[in-house]
Structures are given as structure tokens and as C-alpha cells.
């Protein structure tokens, strides 16, 4: 039984409540709404889209965190616009040096499923989607996409499947859905040549085209502008937002899979290609020694390899796992109980990663990985109430996965604080599990650079 802590929800969502009084307070509506544009010639600015947070109703509501990652204050205008909704709405805030903010998109519009547009005067600000009632969390994307891609969702019995796509541009967008499964490709028709408004978001139920399927891959294709795309998997009692991946790839580090008893635990793969694709799944378990897992995925279609439970893996909590093929795949990582499971992506390797605990309930275990073939440098930086607290530099090995416990002294420096990492590439990932029953089971990935 997934197991949470409900005083630190309330604590997130107390926070949240918070945040909704002060955007209340500076908000104004507007319509329509256009994306907000800095003024100035010698204005820098970048951009924040974030997309998959629902109502309460609708199983993942939540708040948009935004952090700021530099020494200097940043000014912010964010546009919320929603499913279902009359209107859009706009607002802005200034973050603190090394400050945080929580914005509750549902205390400035009533819809179904949001999407919010953020302009940062200066750069520097890092955002993410965390859902209230798990306090999972899922990254905003910095730029609109072409192509989009996501594997794992369940569409069976107790389940729902839904892609949130978000136009971030002035014109209309076009788009066309394809999907993947043990019964092979699809390409409904209602699903070709959908149109999303400028500024508009929409979304679309899996289950209506792919019915009663426990492993749907999907990609979407753009055809016109650029899209924002997020999966929300509903499974049982647990919510999740799929950020997905704008490419596919053939290598694929997980840092922390549960393999605890009583957990669930698959690696889930799609294959939007005419070939079959080999997979092998090579597991890092302490004391132990494992040949790698195989698989074969069908031409348009997917499959999974089960870790837990599995009688051939002790039950020892987390492990490292990764995954390799013979061509792109898409990738993602199912963890969970018999109540339901977290449908999480493949970590995307960074620059610079960010990892926030907004909700304040720590992690059971926080690992970062150097996914490159040869050694990083990387420098980091810990901030707890707005303040550095601490910083310094680490050397990470070629492909290794280590414990930001071991590396900081203590998991526990990182309850309510922020930890920033920046290497010379983009060759580092964060990974977290929030305490649960099984552990490891709630997986969370660092935040998106704005």
C-alpha cells in the first residue's frame, strides 16, 4: 500500500493557498491574453512552459514552483490559460535572489487541465509542475518542440491516460497523434491534423482510441509551430505528469529503481520504428551480479522488463538499472504497488540541474549521475531560506551514479533546500525518491533551466 505523509501534503498545500492569496492580490484578467514580451532592447529574458496540472477534480492538481537559481532578484509574468475555461489570466511576481515561489494556476482560472507561460526578465529561474497530493513532481520545458515522444501509459480498468498539448505561439499549431502498443501502430482519425489555438491548450484521452492497454506508446508529430506536450497517467490512487522526451535514445540511465519488497518496478520501452529493437537492461545491485535483462520490441509496437517482483532480484530497496538498444526507443520507468504507479521518463541530462524540495518532505534517497564517458567537474551549491548555505566542487566519474548523501555528508541537508549543479556540458542528472511505503517507489527528476 503507497503510503504518503498527509501533514507535509497539507504543508504543500497550505503553501500553495498562500501563493493562490498573493497572485489574487497582483493578478489582473485579460482577454485575451498574449504571451508577455520584455521590453527593452538590452532586456534578456527566456521563457517557462508548463503543462498537465488539472483541477482537484481531475486527479493532479498541483502548483507551478519557480526557483531561482542566481544572486539577483527576477521579475516574472506568467499567463495561466486552462481546458474548459472562459477566459485566461495573467500575473506577475518577483523572485528573491536564490528565492522560490509556488503558483497555483487554478486561483487565477477555472477549467480542466492548465498550462502556464512564464517570461523571466534576466534568465536564470528554473520551474516545475509538483502534484499536491503525492508531491511528485515533473519539469517545465524551455522551448516549444517539433517532436514528442512518451512510453508506459496505461489506459486498463482503474486507469486514464491523457496528453495536455499547449500552443506557446501566436499562431494556430497543427498536430498529429500516433500510438503504439502489443497491438501494434495507430493513427485514428480524429487524432490527424488536430488544430490547437494560439496561446490555447488542449487535451486528448488515450483510452478512447487505445482501449483497456496497460502499455501505450505515443509520439506526437508537428506539423505547424511548436508544441508543449505533458502525459498524465492516472493509476489508482497515484497521479503523475509524463514530461516525456523530444527524441528517442539507445542508452538509458535510471539512478534509482526499487526493487524493495512489496514494490512494482518495470522499464518500459516503445518503438515507433518499421524494425524489431533489442533491448538489455543491465542491473547495479550492491553484492550482487546480474545478466543483462533482454527483450525484444516488435515493429510499432512495445513491451517492458519486469524488476519487481522478480525472483531473480533480491528485494534490497534501490538500484541502478540501465538500459540499452539496438535503435532509439522511448523509455520510462513504471514504479508502484498493487494501488497504483508512478509513470516516470527518462532523465534528461543537463547543464546545469536543479533540485528543489518545495514540499519540505526530504528524500529517501537523492542520487546524481555523470551519463558522459569520461570524468565531469562539476561545481555545486546549496541554498536552504534563500541563502547559500554551502558550495563547492565535485569530480564525477565516467558514468556513475552517486549518493548526494554520501557527496554532502547528509540526505537530510537537502529537506527544504535547493541544490544547483553546473558542469561544462550537458552530462548531468538528479534523481530523488520522496519517502514512501515500499521505498523508492515516488521518483522525482531535477527542474528545467528558463
Known amino acids: 500500500m503507497l503510503k504518503v ?12 493557498v498562500l501563493a493562490s492569496v498573493v497572485l489574487t492580490r497582483v493578478s489582473h484578467p485579460v482577454n485575451p491574453v498574449t504571451t508577455p514580451v520584455a521590453v527593452g532592447p538590452d ?86 509542475e509538483v502534484v499536491t497530493t503525492e508531491g511528485l513532481s515533473a519539469p517545465c520545458s524551455s522551448a516549444g518542440t517539433s517532436a514528442w515522444y512518451g512510453s508506459g501509459f496505461d489506459t486498463t480498468v482503474g486507469s486514464r491516460a491523457t496528453l495536455a498539448i499547449y500552443n506557446p505561439t501566436a499562431t494556430a499549431s ?43 506508446g505515443v509520439q506526437v508529430q508537428v506539423l505547424r509551430g511548436s508544441l508543449v506536450v505533458a502525459g498524465d497517467q492516472q493509476s489508482g490512487t497515484v497521479s503523475s505528469i509524463v514530461a516525456g522526451s523530444l527524441h528517442l535514445d539507445t542508452r538509458a540511465p535510471f539512478g534509482l529503481v526499487s526493487v524493495a519488497r512489496g514494490a512494482v518496478s518495470q522499464i518500459r520501452v516503445a518503438n515507433p520504428s518499421a524494425g524489431a529493437v533489442s533491448v538489455g537492461v543491465t542491473l547495479h545491485q550492491t553484492g550482487f551480479s546480474h545478466a543483462p535483462l533482454t527483450v525484444l520490441v516488435p515493429a510499432f509496437g512495445t513491451a517492458h522488463v519486469d524488476l519487481a ?4 532480484i533480491a528485494p534490497t530497496g534501490l538500484i541502478t538499472v540501465v538500459g540499452n538498444s539496438s535503435a532509439p526507443l522511448a523509455w520510462s520507468l513504471s514504479t508502484g ?13 543537463g547543464k546545469e540541474v536543479v533540485l528543489s524540495d518545495v514540499t519540505g518532505r526530504g528524500y529517501s534517497a537523492a542520487f546524481v549521475l555523470n551519463v558522459s564517458s569520461s570524468p565531469e567537474r562539476v561545481g555545486w551549491r546549496l541554498v536552504h531560506s534563500a541563502q547559500v548555505v554551502r558550495s563547492g566542487h565535485w569530480t564525477l566519474p565516467a558514468r556513475s551514479a552517486q549518493s548526494l548523501g554520501q557527496l554532502l555528508g547528509s540526505r537530510s541537508l537537502l529537506s527544504n533546500a535547493t541544490l544547483v549543479l553546473e558542469a561544462s556540458r550537458s552530462v548531468v542528472e538528479v534523481t530523488g525518491t520522496i519517502p514512501s511505503t515500499p521505498l523508492g517507489v515516488l521518483v522525482v527528476n531535477s527542474l528545467h533551466r528558463g
Not at 505523509?5 to 500553495?16: A, D, N
Not at 487541465?113 to 534576466?122: E, F, K, P, R
Not at 517482483?309 to 531473480?312: F, I, Q
Not at 504497488?337 to 541530462?349: A, D, K, M, V
Request: charged fraction near 5%; charge should be positive.
Open 337 to 349: 504497488t498493487s494501488s497504483g504507479r508512478e509513470l516516470s521518463p527518462l532523465p534528461t541530462p
Open 174 to 216: 497543427v498536430f498529429n497523434i500516433l500510438t503504439f502498443s502489443s497491438g501494434g501502430y495507430q493513427a485514428p482519425g480524429p487524432l490527424q491534423g488536430i488544430t490547437v489555438g494560439p496561446h490555447a491548450v488542449t487535451s486528448v484521452n488515450l483510452g478512447t482510441y487505445v482501449v483497456a492497454t496497460p502499455n501505450v
Open 43 to 128: 532586456v534578456q529574458s527566456s521563457a517557462l512552459y508548463c503543462t498537465g496540472l488539472t483541477n482537484v477534480s481531475g486527479g493532479l492538481h498541483g502548483v507551478v514552483a519557480f526557483v531561482n537559481t542566481t544572486s539577483h532578484p527576477r521579475h516574472v509574468i506568467a499567463r495561466v490559460t486552462a481546458t474548459a475555461a472562459t477566459a485566461a489570466n495573467s500575473t506577475s511576481f518577483v523572485l528573491p535572489p536564490h528565492g522560490r515561489y509556488l503558483l497555483q494556476p487554478d486561483a487565477l482560472v477555472h477549467g480542466s487541465t492548465y498550462a502556464v507561460a512564464a517570461q523571466i526578465l534576466g534568465g536564470g529561474v528554473d520551474a516545475g
Open 5 to 16: 505523509r498527509p501533514t507535509l501534503v497539507g504543508s504543500l498545500t497550505v503553501l500553495g
Open 309 to 312: 517482483p522478480s525472483t531473480a
